[in-house]
């Protein structure tokens, strides 16, 4: 994290991978470790892409 913050990037990309199905709803979700990240590089005023690249 201490890297990514370093960069200061105006945004990260987070690949279709960290999803995985879930059994009980039917649906795929992201981990929870990577939603935590996800919602910390967004505190931190970073923009954070979800999926392919467009």
């Known amino acids: 994290m201490k890297r990514i913050l370093a960069l200061k990037p105006s ?3 987070i690949g279709i ?3 995985f199905y879930n059994k ?3 649906q795929m ?3 929870n ?3 935590a990240i996800s ?3 967004e505190s ?3 923009n ?3 999926g392919t690249h467009a």
């Open 44 to 46: 931190k005023g970073i």
């Open 29 to 31: 979700q992201e981990c």
């Open 11 to 13: 945004s990260v990309h």
């Open 17 to 19: 991978c960290t999803k």
């Open 39 to 41: 919602k910390y590089l």
């Open 33 to 35: 470790k990577i939603n």
């Open 48 to 50: 954070v892409v979800r």
């Open 24 to 26: 009980s709803t039917g």
